[in-house]
């Protein structure tokens, strides 16, 4: 059930976000909108209008459907792997038709351009070698700042080593959560290596919208990783059972949500400030490189040598693709997919699986998921049957979808073996000189069958 909403969780926040990226493409970021650049007074002329109310109309009826199809979750909540594999293909089915929605309104907008020519300034990237590009580490927020996330999401690792932790979620959660600071700070690096952008031939202006489009983003990007390195150490704990599921749950959802409001607070701020500065301005410098932007989302541009340019739809930055740094962050969505699919196939035998129990003379044989665990009659102190199987924290174990496999540290018995179907009482204790197990059968029968298996190697 946990996984189950938590999955939902992040499905909504990724809807959420799509809805918030098609909305504000709707409105004008200087002279573009729809990702197509336009003279000011093109902005208000009654075919532009009548495009993007139907681009309006469209990307709602989008946002309508994702959100109906996820209605059917919670019918197969108890299977997570499916839960997975069921939202990735909605994420992708979603991105596509947000893709589509957005390139049929774009090409619209982009031949009703042609047909007026309604072309603005030069077509090229036009770039300044300015004193602006000599005072760019003034604009930005230190680099010292993102000290204080990489300290937050070092806690785990520190409390791993020193409590000795194995558990291989463990790790992939705290080395996740590492990584994450570790992306967001290459981007603030990144944007202080953008070369300076004209916008007037006036270099105050530059040097100051500039100034706000760079210290803006960096501080975005240190409170993107500050709740960052925030969640992924509350998350970590949740790993090893230290803090209550629920209150990960919301503490998670919260700290996603407020992710996405840093962005948009800092794409608005700037896009006011630059909209303002540049009204007023009579010395304004317009570039026209829609011919560089492949449906209006795809920047490949081989005269740009910036990695990184703003993005004329949605939040933050985009690669640009003609680049080696783009044609590599690019190529890393693929193993990034694969990974994902992977996950969601490595769970398929926690929801389809089962425990089993075998007898072989003196030996009880446990099989279960990605885990086996042998154990003679001589070894066993006491079997017991229990209506309520006591909290299992992850040490060592899947607990994904409908079984917990491996070793646990079980609430008052310390690490153990366990081998249990969620929610499906009763539960055999075994206390052995080596610890405790704790098993049940996919059915009631099924579990007093294999308690009066075990109970008879004491005979």
Excluded at 214 to 239: H, N
Excluded at 267 to 290: F, P
Excluded at 295 to 309: A, I
Excluded at 415 to 430: D, G, K, M, Q, T
Aim: with cysteine.
């Amino acid at each position: 059930m946990f996984e189950m909403v938590f999955y939902t969780s992040l499905y909504m926040i990724f809807l959420l976000s799509m809805f918030v990226i098609l909305k504000i493409a709707a409105k004008p970021n200087g002279n573009i909108i729809l990702g197509v650049t336009l003279p000011y007074e093109a902005l208000s002329d009654s075919r532009t209008l009548e495009i993007i109310n139907k681009y309006r109309k469209a990307y709602r009826v989008v946002v309508l459907i994702f959100l109906i199809f996820a209605v059917p979750v919670p019918l197969f909540a108890e299977y997570s792997s499916i839960t997975m594999l069921y939202l990735f293909a909605l994420c992708f089915a979603m991105v596509y038709f947000y893709t589509e929605v957005f390139s049929r309104h774009f090409s619209e907008l982009y031949l009703l351009k042609r047909e007026n020519e309604w072309w603005v300034g030069e077509q090229n990237i036009i770039s300044i070698d300015t004193e602006v590009s000599r005072l760019k580490d003034t604009f930005m927020l230190s680099k010292k700042w993102f000290t204080l996330p990489f300290a937050v999401s070092l806690i785990p690792v520190i409390y791993g080593l020193i409590m000795e932790l194995t558990g291989v979620q463990f790790w992939i959660v705290t080395g996740g959560g590492v990584l994450n600071v570790l992306i967001v700070f290459l981007l603030h690096y990144a944007i202080g290596s953008m070369k300076t952008k004209t916008y007037s031939e006036n270099t105050e202006v530059n040097i100051a919208l500039n100034h706000v489009f760079k210290r803006e983003w960096s501080k975005c990007f240190f409170i993107m990783a500050l709740l960052m390195s925030g969640t992924f150490t509350v998350m970590t704990f949740m790993a090893v059972g230290a803090v209550n599921e629920i209150v990960i749950l919301v503490f998670v959802f919260l700290f996603s949500l407020a992710t996405i409001i840093p962005g948009v607070h800092t794409h608005t701020k700037i896009r006011v400030a630059r909209n303002k500065m540049l009204l007023l301005e009579n010395e304004t410098v317009y570039t026209d490189d829609d011919q560089y932007w492949k449906s209006g989302l795809y920047y490949n541009n081989p005269n740009d040598s910036n990695t990184f340019v703003e993005k004329r739809v949605g939040l933050g930055m985009t690669v640009n693709i003609a680049t080696k740094g783009g044609k590599l962050l690019v190529a890393m969505i693929v193993p990034a997919i694969a990974l994902w699919l992977g996950i969601a196939i490595y769970m398929l035998p926690f929801d389809f699986g089962s425990v089993n129990l075998d007898i072989s003379g003196q030996t009880a044989n446990i099989t279960a998921p990605l885990n086996r665990f042998s154990f003679s009659s001589d070894e066993i102190i006491d079997v017991s049957l229990l209506d309520t199987m006591p909290n299992a924290g992850r040490v060592n174990h899947v607990s994904h979808g409908r079984i917990i496999s491996g070793i646990s540290n079980v609430t008052g018995y310390g690490e153990s073996h366990v081998f249990v179907l969620r929610e499906n009482a009763p539960y055999i204790r075994i206390e052995l000189e080596r610890g405790w197990v704790f098993l049940n059968g996919e059915t009631q029968e099924e579990t007093i069958s294999f308690f009066n298996a075990l109970t008879g190697l004491l005979l």
